[in-house]
């Protein structure tokens, strides 16, 4: 949706169609539940967790889908599992007319949260 961008996340969320704000809403419980020291913001006009620093996951709703971001290699680690949905690099479109894949979604974000915790390896 289009729109002045959202300060927060409840702002972004009810912009939104009743039935959107329900997903979007169980995709940020997801979230919270698996990153409760996540950082929650809005950037790039979307809600946008952070953990240690770095980004972690993205969500963001649309006319017809939901855009997932967990980065490319949380999309890597999942290639499989989401051969089923249009993908970017590093996204994924859940149709809004289907069921959420909830546990997949779930998943990501804990794999996600596993990677964010990691020392990154100095460059040379």
Known sequence: MKGPIAQNVDDYIVQFPEETQILLKKIRS???KEAPEAKESINYGIPAYKLN???LVYFGGYK???GFYATPSGHAKFKK???TFKQGKGSVQFPLKKDLPLSLISKM???RVRENGQV???KK
């Open 109 to 111: 974000v804990a794999f």
């Open 53 to 55: 620093g770095r980004p």
């Open 64 to 66: 017809t889908h939901i």
């Open 30 to 32: 997801i979230i919270k």
């Open 81 to 83: 599992e989401l051969s």
């Open 120 to 122: 990154p390896t100095p």
